[in-house]
């Protein structure tokens, strides 16, 4: 990491100083190049240790070259922004600079930073959380709204980060993306097969007419625990009639026993015909 950071100072100060007009012909030239020096050097570079004392000085020109963004962009998303343009390879080394130096502006920092370069959302979301510039929550909800078909990478990061915080992910991100609600509960399910009742009961509260949905994602990639599934499904959407029936209906598609259907069917209060036309008899 050291290593990385140092080189990653000669790539900004080549860029800043060549924005002043203080660079020579020779590094005027490297700099102009699409591809950042920190690509380069790092195929080349060797496992050498950099003194500490070497990487706060990088640190100090590596502050010091954002602040001099932000003075000429006049905002530090956009001086985030202009940076990631040049060298989205680092950006989250960029972030991890602006956060500490603007931590006030972080909402500005994460959402610019995603925005510019949403392969990196995931290390992004990472990097806040543990940076605690905010709650886990509002980080998430901020990441998804910058970049929303992302939203599995957030909550992927947010997940790993924090798990005690889970059911608060679930609903926060199925409640800023509702489109993406199955994505969001199966990805999360997968990583925590253990916690399915749980990610799905924080989802159908949050947002109960996606219960479908869900069930639907769901069964795709746990056959074996269709009748817990449906169940909780149909638990949690008990006050919604038609939500019921459509979840039967998805069930019985996906080849769920029609005699549990009726089950559930009769304990969330529905009639035999409903449940009728729920499956299609």
Do not use: W
């Amino acid at each position: 990491m050291s290593r990385t950071l140092t080189i990653l100072s000669a790539s900004l100060l080549s860029a800043g100083f060549l924005s002043i007009g203080v660079v020579t012909s020779a590094n005027a030239q490297e700099a102009s190049q699409e591809v950042s020096p920190l690509t380069e050097s790092n195929e080349s570079a060797g496992p050498s240790v950099v003194p500490k004392d070497e990487v706060s000085q990088s640190t100090k020109f590596q502050t010091a070259f954002l602040k001099r963004q932000v003075d000429q962009t006049m905002s530090v998303g956009r001086a985030i922004s202009s940076i990631a343009g040049h060298y989205p390879q680092d950006i989250v080394l960029v972030v991890d600079i602006a956060l500490d130096t603007y931590p006030d502006k972080y909402r500005e920092i994460i959402f610019a930073a995603i925005s510019a370069q949403p392969s990196s959302t995931e290390e992004i979301v990472k990097l806040a959380i543990d940076k605690e510039v905010s709650s886990c929550p509002n980080i998430v909800k901020l990441a998804i709204t910058a970049e929303p078909t992302y939203v599995d990478f957030v909550v992927h990061a947010a997940a790993m980060a924090t798990p005690e915080e889970l059911d608060e992910i679930v609903r926060v991100a199925v409640l800023t993306q509702p489109d993406s609600a199955d994505s969001i509960v199966q990805t999360l399910s997968q990583e925590h097969p253990n916690k399915i009742v749980e990610i799905m009961t924080s989802a159908l509260n949050a947002v109960p007419f996606v219960g479908e949905y869900v069930v639907d994602a769901l069964l795709a990639v746990f056959p074996n625990k269709a009748e817990k599934v449906v169940e909780t499904a149909v638990r949690e959407s008990s006050q919604q009639r038609e939500q019921i029936m459509r979840i039967l209906n998805t069930a019985n598609n996906s080849g769920v026993s029609q005699i549990k259907l009726k089950e559930y069917a009769l304990s969330a209060g529905l009639s035999e015909s409903d449940f009728t036309a729920a499956v299609g008899n």
